[in-house]
């Protein structure tokens, strides 16, 4: 069975950093593309990054490219993202997300984490 | 305001059957087929209905089906059950930079 585990959310000032993790199991990790989706409250899903299963190839939405970096350790299942120069409308439930392909290119998710919360408030 | 256009809301009775349109544009429903569905429950994590238009994950109830018509898409749920309920959000790949765009979301009542 497919697990996803997020940690690392919390409660972060404009400008600060976080990072968040997602421990992966129940499938071959490194065979599969990963992403990150967020949802602010009481809004829809947005779409954030996605790697590769290797982790040779990064994709970012506009809203987070420059600020944002993912990341992948296939050696301890492990993905996170990296976020600096956070703002206000970053606040948001944070998914973890399986891909249904290797290379990431057409994010499709299969299987979803149960989220983490990132609050950006002064 | 989203990439993608979906109703906010559609409801039906038990037993119908109601389908929930997502329109975009030749950049993305209209260029690809890398249209996928999604249904979240309040409180919970989203989960794959449909993807790449057409096709439904193992094990998922054949009362969900995808299709695709120029620029729009869409969901069809038939023989509704009270655990239909739920917001459904359609998403797709793009050409843009930005890769992937859902819609807004629609909410589906089941009366």
């Known amino acids: 069975e497919v697990q996803l585990l997020e940690s690392g959310g919390g409660l972060v000032q404009p400008g600060g950093s976080l990072r968040l993790s997602c421990a992966a199991s129940g499938f071959t990790f490194n065979t599969y593309a990963m992403n990150w989706v967020r949802q602010a409250p009481g809004e829809g899903l947005e779409w954030v990054s996605s790697?590769?299963?290797?982790?040779?190839?990064?994709h970012y939405a506009d809203s987070v490219r420059g600020r944002f970096t993912i990341s992948r350790d296939n050696s301890k299942n492990t993905l996170y993202l990296q976020m600096n120069s956070l703002r206000v409308d970053d606040t948001a439930i944070y998914y973890c997300a399986k891909d249904f392909r290797t290379s990431g290119s057409f994010p499709t998710l299969t299987h979803w984490g149960q989220g983490t919360l990132v609050t950006v408030s002064s | 305001q989203s990439a993608l256009t979906q109703p906010a809301s559609v409801s039906g009775s038990p037993g119908q059957s109601i389908t929930i349109s997502c329109t975009g544009t030749s950049s993305d429903i209209g260029g690809y087929n890398y249209v996928s569905w999604y249904q979240q429950h309040p409180g919970k994590a989203p989960k794959l209905m449909i993807y790449?238009?057409?096709n439904r994950p193992s094990g998922l109830s054949n009362r969900f089906s995808g299709s695709k018509s120029g620029n729009t898409a869409s969901l069809t749920i038939s023989g509704l059950q009270a655990e239909d309920e739920a917001d459904y959000y359609c998403?797709?790949?793009?050409?843009?930079?930005?890769?992937?765009?859902f819609g807004g979301g629609t909410k589906l009542t089941v009366l």
């Open positions: 998403s797709s790949y793009t050409s843009s930079s930005t890769r992937v765009v």
């Open positions: 790697i590769s299963g290797a982790g040779g190839t990064t």
């Open positions: 790449d238009v057409t």
